[in-house]
């Protein structure tokens, strides 16, 4: 028997969420368990379908993003099981930023190739964090002990945490935190584990 991955789209436009329905219900492991156009109608829809995984687009009304952002956490504190995946339009690292830091477990622009979409979802419930890549993006090579920080990072140790797990000093941490950083082009820590996922390093 088949365990399903439980999916519920969250987005103001009927043919958009019609649409996602009739592509993920093409896959065999994924169903699709409810939908929604408003905050208030996913909240709802979330505690009575109980998905695996909640597509869900920032903009939900006039408001902008805002009002997405603040489902997505709401979506989390209470129900820390599911996995919300943002579906959205808005090309923003800070929007990226701001989703990860309120518990979302995927960020994809809508014009994501089904396969990538699909293999987002599948992440997502593995328990994996993914964010699409756009294509064409160059990926630096870490070494293997930098790989090992940016997963501390991931899990958001501290430096003097990290050391102790890595068997390192302070000082070295710091060193490869900043080469990494270096690499990644990015300049501060928050952005080390952002962009590592969405170039794949992850």
């Known amino acids: 028997m088949v365990d399903h991955i439980r999916v519920v789209i969250v987005d103001d436009h009927t043919i958009v969420r019609?649409?996602?329905?009739?592509?993920?219900?093409?896959?065999?492991?994924?169903?699709?368990?409810?939908?929604?156009?408003?905050?208030?109608?996913?909240?709802?829809?979330?505690?009575?379908?109980?998905?695996?995984?909640?597509?869900?687009?920032?903009?939900?009304?006039?408001?902008?993003?805002?009002?997405?952002?603040?489902?997505?956490?709401?979506?989390?504190?209470?129900?820390p099981a599911t996995g919300v995946v943002v579906l959205t339009t808005f090309h923003d690292q800070t929007l990226v930023m701001e989703a990860l830091r309120r518990g979302a477990k995927g960020y994809v622009l809508k014009d994501v190739d089904v396969v990538d979409l699909l293999k987002i979802i599948r992440g997502v419930r593995a328990g994996s964090l993914m964010v699409h890549a756009a294509p064409g993006e160059e990926r630096p090579r870490l070494t293997r002990r930098e790989l090992e920080i940016v997963r501390l990072l991931a899990r958001g140790l501290t430096n003097r945490e990290i050391g102790k797990a890595a068997l390192i000093s302070?000082?070295?941490?710091?060193?490869?935190?900043?080469?990494?950083?270096?690499?990644?082009?990015?300049?501060?820590?928050?952005?080390?584990?952002?962009?590592?996922?969405?170039?794949?390093i992850l």
């Open 18 to 79: 019609e649409g996602l329905r009739s592509i993920l219900e093409l896959e065999p492991d994924i169903a699709v368990v409810g939908h929604a156009a408003s905050a208030a109608e996913a909240l709802t829809t979330v505690a009575a379908t109980r998905p695996d995984v909640v597509l869900l687009d920032l903009k939900l009304n006039a408001d902008g993003p805002v009002t997405g952002l603040t489902l997505c956490g709401d979506l989390v504190e209470r129900h």
């Open 170 to 200: 302070d000082s070295t941490v710091k060193f490869h935190v900043r080469g990494i950083m270096r690499k990644l082009a990015v300049h501060h820590r928050a952005e080390v584990v952002y962009t590592a996922t969405k170039l794949g």
